[in-house]
């Protein structure tokens, strides 16, 4: 099993920056991939960004250029740095970890972007 714990989230207003954390604990061996989605009210959970073992990262559209994605491999701990934030980025934030088959999420940390 793999633990998750998401913390960063907060009130910022719009073209803030927020730096999420995701702390893994646990069996973290043979990690595959990890990511950042979100959910916002009424909406699906969307993929944020994501990056591989290897290094090589994804952005949604809606991100690109604003959203970094990392990781410290020694610390076990994934980021996303968040800068131009916009109302439209509101939502709790979920990192997704996956090894094989096998997925899991943190509890979720709340972002709140203010026009």
């Known amino acids: 099993q793999v633990q998750l714990v998401e913390s960063g989230g907060g009130l910022v207003q719009a073209g803030g920056s927020l730096r999420l954390s995701c702390a893994a604990s646990?069996?973290?061996?043979?990690?595959?991939?990890m990511g950042w989605y979100r959910q916002a009210p009424g909406k699906q959970r969307e993929l944020v960004a994501s990056?591989?073992?290897?290094?090589?990262?994804t952005y949604a559209d809606s991100v690109k250029g604003r959203f970094t994605i990392s990781r410290d491999n020694a610390q076990n701990t994934l980021y996303l740095q968040m800068n131009s934030l916009k109302p439209e980025d509101t939502a709790v934030y979920y990192c997704?970890?996956?090894?094989?088959?096998?997925?899991?999420w943190g509890q979720g940390t709340q972002v709140t972007v203010s026009s």
């Open positions: 646990g069996s973290t061996f043979n990690i595959n991939g």
């Open positions: 997704k970890h996956t090894r094989g088959w096998d997925e899991y």
């Open positions: 990056i591989t073992r290897g290094g090589s990262t």
